[in-house]
């Protein structure tokens, strides 16, 4: 039977004298949900109503969900403002709405640091709600995406507290050979019946992260009972398989959530919110300083950067005796740091300034090297690829391109893609370095290909953008610009974490040698990435040759040319931030970490960057120019000088 709010109105209805009742913005199984303005106060309000005919159960569900809010005192957990019946008898309770969409929408996760860190600091937030709440002795036990909502902020607030359970208390809600809760996200222990705790929380919350991380439900079956089965007897499948742009790290931290057995969970907040805290922390150490722009970095930005850059001061610098030139860039890992140079060396650095080993190559090094806690990875000019372990230094294999190498090999999952100048693009087997797949773009390959989601796009220089399906090279889409030399750079807008589809949009921006810079909007169907109907959102002129990747960080573009003037737009639009004069040539590409923009000029600047204001803070003026790009790391900001000296500036 229809409920009258659905039936067409003859007037706005109005609850309470107040609440003017706009559009559903949500359904269960006993209750929908409006938007709705408080005449009284003029603010937005969500509001909450008993369906029209429910059986005693669900009314039941409704008033306990009612009551428990109104005991609750916590930030993580939804507000209830006001309760009170319609003209119609339901009963009906007023929250505060929540714009930033379901907890799933933070994802899928690529491996960039932007995205992984508003997932942790949302996981966070779940965790210490949930340690709120089993401190008060209470339950959830239907944690759910769409159960935890996030505000504008970005924050989680968890609601929909209709089975919450008294941990001391009766099983009033549970009846015989029926259980309770959405069977997508339930505990094995909670499936079979049986006794329930904060670990079974925990679980939930790990197949939440599951969705949030990969994109899919943990478990897929015709019915519900399969599914349950599934979660008591059968191992899913790792998310970095689902989702191969996902860290290792990661998809290890959501598995120790989903153990069958809830004593090897990290069965308490405290325990939980270490796990993460940990995970976070090596996140930053090995996944974002690494690789370059084409991989995890693809947005330039660098998580760890000097908290306070104005009291920067050198404390060493060392000679590699050869030269470093573009596209050259300082990886790093845990212990290392990897720079190449022309006299067809790869140099290891200690973090201290020694150099602990020299690699070989019979060719110019100019490619950044992929430096990661499993795998070294560089190329040279005579088109030859090599992987080493990253402890022992030991090669595991080699493979030779059939042109030049110049961009540096990008990382998706188990394989390295590496683009060659005779516009050749190769999928190598990160394990054995076999060729899985190769395709050939329209031009020569200088630009580092660019990973985003499951989609792999490469930048020519006879101006073609393309992409493929990562996993077997099948081209899906190509767009004619200009020629390009720099690796683009990819961001996801902000307005997508409302799209209810979980369809997520992204900016691919576009650096244009000629000095247009431009934006194509992307949009994800399925696990690949096409062009909107109409996909070229802005084009600014740089008003010089663009050598340098833009970098892009919370909705404001960051970009510089051989103009020498640094540029901050805004993402969706191209709106002037501010402009600032570094009064030379710009070919290393600018890196944000945190409230700074650390940059560099061909005429020797070194300069960090307020990023809202435009203000330098902190620069140096050497004799010797930098074409490299930068690397920020545990608050020390390394800088390759094109004659072969690398200098390293921290806190003294």
């Not at 330098?616 to 094109?642: C, D, H, K, S």
Request: glycine share 10%; aromatic share 8%.
């Amino acid at each position: 039977m229809t409920d009258s709010l659905e039936r067409p109105l003859s007037s706005p209805t109005v609850l309470g004298g107040r609440y003017l009742l706009g559009e559903r913005i949500g359904e269960g199984g006993s209750a929908l949900v409006y938007r709705a303005r408080d005449t009284h106060l003029e603010r937005e309000v969500a509001v909450k109503i008993l369906h029209d005919y429910v059986v005693p159960a669900d009314r039941v569900r409704f008033e306990r969900e009612i009551r428990t809010l109104a005991h609750l005192e916590h930030p993580g957990v939804v507000s209830i403002h006001d309760i009170g019946h319609d003209g119609e008898g339901r009963l009906y309770f007023i929250m505060q709405i929540l714009e930033g969409g379901a907890f799933h929408l933070l994802g899928p996760l690529e491996d960039s640091p932007e995205m992984l860190e508003r997932f942790f600091r949302a996981s966070l937030g779940v965790i210490d709600t949930l340690e709120y709440l089993h401190a008060s002795n209470l339950i959830h036990r239907d944690l759910t995406p769409h159960n935890i909502l996030l505000g504008k902020d970005g924050q989680p607030r968890v609601m929909d507290f209709g089975l919450v359970y008294l941990s001391e208390g009766t099983r009033d809600l549970t009846r015989s050979g029926y259980t309770l809760g959405t069977p997508h996200y339930m505990a094995p222990e909670q499936a079979k019946g049986l006794s329930i705790g904060s670990f079974s929380d925990i679980y939930a919350f790990g197949a939440v992260m599951y969705r949030a991380t990969t994109g899919a439900v943990l478990f897929e079956a015709d019915n519900d009972q399969s599914v349950l089965f599934q979660h008591v007897y059968e191992t899913p499948p790792a998310p970095e398989v689902r989702n191969p742009a996902l860290p290792a790290i990661v998809s290890s931290l959501v598995l120790d959530f989903l153990e069958k057995l809830p004593e090897k969970r990290p069965g308490t907040g405290a325990g939980a919110r270490n796990l993460l805290e940990q995970t976070r922390s090596r996140t930053w150490i090995e996944h974002s300083a690494g690789q370059y722009r084409g991989g995890r970095a693809r947005s330039g930005v660098q998580p760890g950067g000097p908290a306070h850059p104005a009291r920067l001061e050198q404390y060493w610098e060392t000679a590699l005796g050869g030269e470093v030139s573009w596209p050259a860039a300082v990886t790093g890992g845990r212990d290392l740091l990897t720079i190449g140079t022309r006299d067809g060396r790869l140099h290891l650095l200690e973090h201290s300034g020694p150099i602990r080993v020299s690699l070989s190559a019979a060719d110019e090094v100019t490619a950044p090297a992929t430096f990661e806690p499993d795998a070294l990875i560089y190329a040279s000019w005579d088109g030859v690829v090599r992987c080493l372990h990253p402890q022992t230094l030991e090669e595991r294999w080699t493979f030779k391109a059939k042109a030049e190498v110049t961009a540096a090999p990008t990382r998706w999952g188990n394989r390295v893609m590496v683009a060659a100048r005779d516009g050749f693009l190769y999928a190598l087997n990160l394990e054995s370095g076999l060729l899985e797949w190769s395709f050939k773009a329209g031009g020569p390959l200088t630009a580092s290909p660019l990973m985003w989601s499951h989609t792999v796009i490469l930048a020519d220089e006879s101006g073609w953008i393309q992409a493929l399906e990562a996993r077997g090279g099948k081209a899906l889409w190509k767009v004619k610009l200009e020629t390009v030399n720099a690796t683009p750079a990819i961001a996801r807008l902000e307005s997508a974490q409302l799209e209810e589809d979980g369809e997520n949009a992204a900016m691919l921006l576009i650096p244009c040698w000629s000095g247009e810079l431009s934006a194509l909007r992307l949009e994800r169907k399925g696990p690949f990435v096409f062009p909107a109907a109409d996909p070229l959102e802005w084009t600014y002129d740089l008003e010089g040759e663009l050598w340098a990747s833009p970098a892009v960080y919370e909705g404001t573009v960051y970009a510089a040319s051989w103009s020498g003037v640094l540029h901050a737009l805004t993402l969706e639009d191209a709106e002037d931030v501010w402009a600032l004069d570094l009064g030379s040539r710009v070919t290393s590409s600018p890196v944000v970490s945190g409230a700074f923009l650390y940059v560099a000029t061909e005429e020797g600047r070194v300069a960090v960057v307020d990023r809202e204001a435009g203000r330098i803070v902190w620069e140096r003026q050497f004799e010797v120019g930098v074409q490299a790009t930068p690397l920020v790391q545990n608050g020390v900001l390394y800088v390759a000088f094109m004659d072969g000296t690398v200098r390293a500036f921290r806190e003294l």
